[in-house]
């Protein structure tokens, strides 16, 4: 006895040596391929950081030739080759109270405090990681978990891009912890609220989630935030004679018909977003009905999920749900590969329910999230033109309905899986009521 209890110490301290060497590994791929990497002029921060200086001097935000004039005339843009035309403003005007901070500071400075922003995200998505997973910190789960969410790439392409996914996610995350607790309510809607405000399509889906498992409060003060945050900058706009609901559906309407959002086949950067539409309009041309199956077969799989979910929640399971909430998220509306940071909470539910007799659940689910380790749009972008294979490959229908929407194949797995795991529960929990 005592010579296994030595060998089972030994393979634990083992186990933990190599958790901490792969987490100092990890974390080093995060800060090359993230903050290291981070141009003078993140595509997506430059969209927002111009629409949001437009909001604050009084001008039409969704207003090409305004946002233009902006541009030029920012500290700290001088001699910028930016393509103008590629100045977009696809967000709601709650965004913009939110980012008026960093938009009133000089462009490169602007950067510089958005890329920190980021940084202190991740820190929060690891520790509100190890909070709903329930593993500490110094443990080889709670060491494997923060090494996996630093070597989630969309986590990286947020950085190089300035988006807002990563700081809404972890701003989903953190509210998520805080109405665990029960008693912090208020803080949880909150910050669930900022979270919407930064990016809607991210976080509504977990306002909703909450709401349906009993936090009536903590969704109705995140209703009212964002509610708040949106009226505020809407009376910034309408004060200044703007008419932006219909200037906000004028750029929507361009950038999803014909525009870099157009799920349909003849837009060539259609493979770079992750949601089922472009799939489907492999198969299906008219729009209506397009979106009427990807609906459809979303909603089949939340109310397969709504009936499978046991009645005695315990942490796994409610992680599960998270991570099928996250999944779902991602493939019913519009969401390129950076939105998958949201993958953070599957990857939670996997480090926090695993056990031996799961090993196959275990293997699935690695396999279906191991692909958003790599970049593959990116990938595609930098070698499509000069490799010939590669060129072909995005050609041939293999390459149109299978390897480029691999991460919406990746999606649906893990919505399936989860859904599978959430029966099986529900089954278990069935034959013990049933029992002797």
Same mark, same amino acid.
């Given at each position: 006895?005592?010579?296994?209890?030595?060998?089972?110490?030994?393979?634990?301290?083992?186990?933990?040596?190599?958790?901490?060497?792969?987490?100092?590994?990890?974390?080093?791929?995060?800060?090359?391929?993230?903050?290291?990497?981070?141009?003078?002029?993140?595509?997506?921060?430059?969209?927002?950081?111009?629409?949001?200086?437009?909001?604050?001097?009084?001008?039409?935000?969704?207003?090409?030739?305004?946002?233009?004039?902006?541009?030029?005339?920012?500290?700290?843009?001088?001699?910028?080759?930016?393509?103008?035309?590629?100045?977009?403003?696809?967000?709601?005007?709650?965004?913009?109270?939110?980012?008026?901070?960093?938009?009133?500071?000089?462009?490169?400075?602007?950067?510089?405090?958005?890329?920190?922003?980021?940084?202190?995200?991740?820190?929060?998505?690891?520790?509100?990681?190890?909070?709903?997973?329930?593993?500490?910190?110094?443990?080889?789960?709670?060491?494997?978990?923060?090494?996996?969410?630093?070597?989630?790439?969309?986590?990286?392409?947020?950085?190089?891009?300035?988006?807002?996914?990563?700081?809404?996610?972890?701003?989903?995350?953190?509210?998520?912890?805080?109405?665990?607790?029960?008693?912090?309510?208020?803080?949880?809607?909150?910050?669930?609220?900022?979270?919407?405000?930064?990016?809607?399509?991210?976080?509504?889906?977990?306002?909703?989630?909450?709401?349906?498992?009993?936090?009536?409060?903590?969704? @109705? %003060? *995140?209703? =009212? &935030?964002?509610? $708040? /945050?949106?009226?505020?900058? #809407?009376?910034?706009? +309408? !004060?200044?004679?703007?008419?932006?609901?219909?200037?906000?559906?004028?750029?929507?309407?361009?950038?999803?018909?014909?525009?870099?959002?157009?799920?349909?086949?003849?837009?060539?950067?259609?493979?770079?977003?992750?949601?089922?539409?472009?799939?489907?309009?492999?198969?299906?041309?008219?729009? @209506? %009905? *397009?979106? =009427? &199956?990807?609906? $459809? /077969?979303?909603?089949?799989? #939340?109310?397969?999920? +709504? !009936?499978?979910?046991?009645?005695?929640?315990?942490?796994?399971?409610?992680?599960?749900?998270?991570?099928?909430?996250?999944?779902?998220?991602?493939?019913?509306?519009?969401?390129?590969?950076?939105?998958?940071?949201?993958?953070?909470?599957?990857?939670?539910?996997?480090?926090?329910?695993?056990?031996?007799?799961?090993?196959? &659940?275990?293997?699935?689910?690695?396999?279906?999230?191991?692909?958003?380790?790599?970049?593959?749009?990116?990938?595609?972008?930098?070698?499509?033109?000069?490799?010939?294979?590669?060129?072909?490959?995005?050609?041939?229908?293999?390459?149109?309905?299978?390897?480029?929407?691999?991460?919406?194949?990746?999606?649906?797995?893990?919505?399936?899986?989860?859904?599978?795991?959430?029966?099986?529960?529900?089954?278990?929990?069935?034959?013990?009521?049933?029992?002797?």
């Amino acid at each position: 006895m005592n010579d296994s209890a030595a060998k089972r110490a030994r393979r634990t301290r083992t186990a933990g040596r190599l958790a901490g060497a792969g987490l100092l590994l990890a974390a080093g791929v995060l800060l090359w391929r993230g903050p290291l990497s981070v141009p003078a002029e993140p595509y997506d921060f430059t969209q927002v950081y111009v629409a949001t200086r437009a909001w604050l001097a009084g001008g039409d935000v969704y207003d090409l030739a305004t946002r233009r004039a902006v541009w030029r005339e920012a500290p700290g843009t001088t001699g910028s080759r930016r393509d103008a035309e590629a100045l977009t403003a696809l967000y709601p005007p709650g965004l913009y109270p939110l980012l008026g901070p960093a938009a009133a500071l000089p462009f490169p400075w602007a950067v510089r405090a958005w890329t920190a922003v980021g940084g202190l995200s991740v820190v929060a998505l690891v520790v509100a990681g190890w909070r709903l997973a329930g593993v500490r910190p110094a443990s080889i789960r709670g060491l494997a978990l923060a090494a996996a969410l630093c070597l989630l790439a969309p986590i990286q392409t947020n950085f190089r891009l300035g988006q807002l996914g990563l700081p809404a996610t972890a701003l989903v995350m953190l509210g998520l912890w805080a109405g665990w607790s029960g008693r912090r309510w208020a803080v949880s809607g909150l910050v669930l609220g900022l979270a919407v405000g930064l990016k809607p399509q991210l976080s509504l889906p977990f306002v909703l989630y909450v709401l349906l498992r009993g936090g009536w409060r903590e969704a @109705g %003060v *995140a209703v =009212a &935030v964002a509610a $708040g /945050l949106t009226g505020l900058g #809407a009376a910034r706009l +309408w !004060l200044a004679g703007v008419d932006w609901p219909t200037g906000l559906a004028a750029e929507l309407a361009a950038f999803t018909d014909g525009g870099h959002g157009d799920p349909m086949p003849a837009n060539p950067h259609r493979w770079q977003m992750i949601d089922l539409a472009p799939l489907t309009h492999l198969a299906i041309e008219h729009r @209506g %009905v *397009a979106a =009427a &199956v990807v609906w $459809g /077969l979303v909603a089949g799989l #939340a109310a397969a999920a +709504w !009936l499978a979910v046991p009645r005695r929640g315990d942490r796994p399971t409610e992680l599960t749900v998270l991570g099928l909430v996250a999944a779902l998220s991602l493939l019913v509306v519009y969401h390129r590969f950076y939105d998958a940071v949201l993958l953070a909470l599957p990857v939670c539910a996997l480090l926090c329910g695993w056990r031996r007799r799961h090993r196959i &659940v275990a293997i699935l689910a690695v396999g279906l999230l191991l692909p958003f380790a790599v970049n593959l749009p990116a990938a595609v972008r930098v070698f499509g033109g000069r490799v010939g294979w590669v060129s072909g490959l995005v050609e041939s229908p293999f390459g149109r309905w299978v390897a480029l929407p691999v991460y919406t194949w990746c999606l649906l797995g893990l919505a399936l899986l989860a859904v599978g795991v959430l029966s099986r529960r529900r089954g278990a929990e069935r034959g013990a009521d049933d029992g002797p």
